[in-house]
């Protein structure tokens, strides 16, 4: 059974740094495309992408917003995927989850429908 357990999250201020993770188990991590989303509040059905990182290391990156500031990184030793946040905006405010596809493509999927498994979610709160 896949599992995914998220931790990393917290309050900080604008301009502070977090460092979210992300522990798999259940199947050959190697194999998995993973996924950083984040879901606003009172945005309830909308889980936007963040960022992604195939089974090779290559990366994808939703935009502007966290392109610079964001890094997406994953130990297959591990079994972990890291994202790094810095630069830390009020508008960053949001639970963050991971995603998880078995995929050897390189292709990193932005839509939530194409990740099979997620973790809990992290709350990330940044005041102003």
């Known amino acids: 059974q896949v599992q995914l357990v998220t931790s990393g999250g917290g309050l900080v201020q604008a301009g502070g740094s977090l460092r979210l993770s992300c522990a798999a188990s259940?199947?050959?991590?190697?194999?998995?495309?993973m996924g950083w989303f984040r879901q606003a509040p009172g945005l309830s059905l909308e889980r936007e992408f963040v960022?992604?990182?195939?089974?090779?290391?290559?990366?994808?990156y939703s935009g502007d917003s966290v392109k610079g500031r964001f890094t997406i990184s994953r130990d297959n030793g591990e079994n972990t995927v890291s994202l790094q946040m810095n630069s830390l905006k009020p508008e960053d405010t949001a639970v963050y989850y991971c995603g998880a596809r078995v995929s050897l493509s390189s292709t990193i999927p932005m839509s939530r429908d194409s990740y099979a498994y997620w973790g809990q979610g992290t709350q990330v709160t940044v005041s102003s």
């Open positions: 960022a992604g990182i195939n089974w090779s290391g290559g990366t994808l």
């Open positions: 259940g199947r050959p991590f190697g194999t998995w495309t």
